[in-house]
């Protein structure tokens, strides 16, 4: 019988939750439970050591259990998992962008066989992992996250690779994936009036708003090449208006957004108020 969690695609649900509907052990990335004849696989972007991955073709890549040494495709839950097509285990998947939150992304079956790869197990040590390609059942919609989760993501990804020994992020960067995972991102884009940026480029000049330095090239057009910025960011309720938009050289608008550092909002807010 098959079972039915009862939950739609994407709903977001905790930890205790998740264990209420498929009876299954609150920890790990693959539970069994007999009592629902289910196996859940959470695929865990934000703590997780594995390196599961999308595809183009919408196959996720993944990383058997085992945190030690080789895994093994015998025992424990990567033999229920290499076994779904015949012992009738129905597989849910669940992804984790945010702390704690467990995505619902449907029932999932083996769209291959499991293959070897290699990755760090969690003291760093280069073992034998084994691959999982597994397919969505039926129709559930893209893969969406929301791009402030994708972000977030990558930032704990790149604080953690910063803390790295020089041998064990060598040895991370030998072993990665040549074919970088895909993941769908919802992003949000404004309607920004053309008017205002071009009014704001003609009154830089040429000069970049912020550190004064000239254009560092020529677009196509032969015009000087310096991208619009808004002081107080659209995302943050910023106004698409001439008091509020300058023109930057693209270092600078990248430290407005990286750094974000209050003198230099203040610097670009005289900017403006001098133009008035």
Known sequence: MTFGPGLQFGAEIDNARLCDIFKCSPQGGMRRSKQTNTLVIVSNHVESIYEDRWDASDVLHYTGMGRLGDQSLTR???KTLAET??????VFLFEVHKPRIYAFRGQVE????????????EHGT????WMFPLRLVGPSGPLVISEEDHRASQQRKAKHAQGLSDEELRLRAQHAPAQPGRQRVETKQFARDPHVAELAKRNANGCCQLCGAAAPFQDKSGAPY???HHIVWLARGGSDSIKNT?????NCHRRMHVRDLAHDITTLNAVVRRLR
């Open 76 to 78: 424990a839950q990567n």
């Open 85 to 90: 097509r015949s012992n009738g285990v129905d």
């Open 110 to 121: 083996l769209t291959g066989e499991p293959y070897p790869d290699t990755q760090p197990d």
């Open 126 to 129: 280069q073992r034998r992992v």
């Open 226 to 228: 310096l991208e619009t």
């Open 246 to 250: 300058v023109a930057l050289c693209p």
